[in-house]
């Protein structure tokens, strides 16, 4: 599975952003697509997930705010970011949960996108 985020850029604080991912390869064993971010200096952090289900789940600090959304159509998940915060600033990356199979024993794996720049300004 290959993963190509964009949606990055500078934006003022109480301002909104979205961010685009598209898988290609093995879509078929991908579970769940997700976003991470990590700030400077800080470790990296899941901001938002959804699983094949449709099933979400948020960062405390980003719920009410962010929204993750899915088109299996065009294999792309999005995280639309609103009311961005200073402290929202970050490298984002988005992951894709796989599960496939090799000689019958099931395989798990997370992969990753390239990250994409955000920069909220006060």
């Known amino acids: 599975v290959q993963l190509q985020a964009s949606g990055g850029g500078l934006v003022q604080a109480g301002g909104s952003l979205t961010l685009s991912c598209v898988a290609s390869?093995?879509?078929?064993?991908?579970?769940?697509l997700g976003w991470y971010r990590q700030a400077p200096g800080k470790q990296r952090e899941s901001v938002a997930d959804?699983?094949?289900?449709?099933?979400?789940d948020y960062a405390d600090s980003v719920k009410g705010r962010f929204t993750i959304s899915r088109d299996n159509a065009k294999n792309t998940v999005y995280l639309h970011m609103n009311n961005l915060k200073p402290e929202d600033t970050a490298v984002y990356y988005c992951?894709?949960?796989?599960?496939?199979?090799?000689?019958?024993?099931?395989?798990?794996?997370?992969?990753w996108g390239q990250g994409t720049q955000v920069t909220v300004s006060s």
């Open positions: 959804i699983k094949r289900g449709g099933t979400t």
């Open positions: 390869g093995n879509i078929a064993s991908i579970n769940g």
């Open positions: 992951t894709a949960d796989s599960l496939s199979w090799t000689m019958g024993t099931p395989v798990a794996e997370r992969h």
